[in-house]
Structure formats: C-alpha cells, structure tokens
C-alpha cells in the first residue's frame, strides 16, 4: 500500500493479509471493509469514516485517530488503550464494542450512539463530556474513571460506583439511576 491517501473510498476491502505500518489517511472512507485480527502500526487516520467495517481483535498501536467515526461497525476486542493518544476524537454510532478497553486513555468528548458496549473496561479513563446515547453498557468497568459531565441519560445496564468515580455534573434518568445504587442494594420503584 501507499503511505498517503486523500479523500479515497475503500469499498469491500479486505485488510486481512496484510499489515499497516506509516501509513496515513486523510478524509477517507472505508464501507464494507475487513480489518478483523489486522495489524495497523503507527499510521493516521484523519476525518475519516468506517461504515459496516469489522475491526474484531484489530492491534491499533501508536495510530491516531482523529475526528473518525465508525458507523454500524464491530470493534470486539480493540485495546483503544494503545493508540496515539494525540488529539484522539473518535464517534460511534450502531457499533458493537464488546470486550475492548480504553484503559488509562484520555477520551474526552467521545460519543457512543446507539452502540452494544458489553465487558468493556473504561478503568482509570477519562471520559470527561462524553455522551453515551442508548447504549447498553452491560458488565462495563468503571473503576476511578473520570465520568465528569457525561451523559448516561438514555443508556442502560451499567453499574457505576459513586465512591470510586468521579461523577460531578454527570446526567442520568430516573429510569436509569439503579446503576449508581446498586452497590447499596437500595430498591429503585
């Protein structure tokens, strides 16, 4: 592969048998595309979009991802605690992000829309003015995650701790605030 592309569409692409390494994409769009167990090592992803991809186990270390939005796509076990955390900015929407982490990793102003977020471990994360919209956050980790003014409002399924995160001007529903209360085995009617 090249070591730039500008503005290109990838369209059934599959990255499987290969590896990325230097490589930078500006404005480019990826539908339809395989990265499942890919290796992509110090590359750039900059305004580009990931529509019906599959990153399932995909190593992204020391790549940067900046203002990218993945669209009704799998990222099953990515550890987007290895990534270039230089201005990082990534959007999901519909996507399925079960068993990955963001261990440790600065990811302010994140959001997650109508997205399957199971076993994902946000420990020690800082997620300040993140939104998660519709999300089920099923068996997720919130060990001292910074959740500063995210909003949970319409997300379900989660168990957060009120003495292990920081949680100031964070926003819940009265449907949803059982999550916080769990650990105190208070009944919510």
Do not use: W
């Not at 519909?94 to 399957?116: A, E, H, I, P, T």
């Not at 957060?160 to 949680?167: A, G, P, W």
């Amino acid at each position: 592969m090249s070591d730039y592309y500008d503005s290109e569409t990838f369209n059934k692409v599959d990255f499987t048998s290969e590896q990325l390494s230097s490589t930078d994409f500006d404005s480019c769009t990826f539908k339809n595309c395989d990265f499942s167990n890919f290796h992509i090592n110090n590359s750039e992803f900059v305004e580009c979009e990931f529509i019906d991809c599959n990153f399932s186990n995909t190593s992204i270390k020391e790549t940067g991802f900046k203002e990218v939005h993945f669209i009704n796509s799998k990222l099953i076990g990515i550890k987007f605690f290895e990534v270039n955390p230089f201005l990082l900015r990534i959007n999901f929407s519909g996507c399925q992000l079960d068993f990955s982490s963001f261990y440790q990793l600065k990811m302010n102003n994140f959001q997650f829309v109508d997205c399957r977020i199971l076993e994902v471990d946000f420990s020690a994360a800082d997620a300040k003015d993140s939104y998660f919209d519709d999300c089920d956050l099923s068996g997720s980790i919130f060990n001292e995650t910074n959740l500063e003014d995210v909003n949970f409002k319409t997300s379900s399924n989660f168990f957060i701790d009120l003495e292990t995160n920081n949680l100031k001007g964070a926003v819940f529903s009265k449907d949803n605030v059982a999550g916080l209360l769990m650990k105190y085995k208070v009944k919510v009617e």
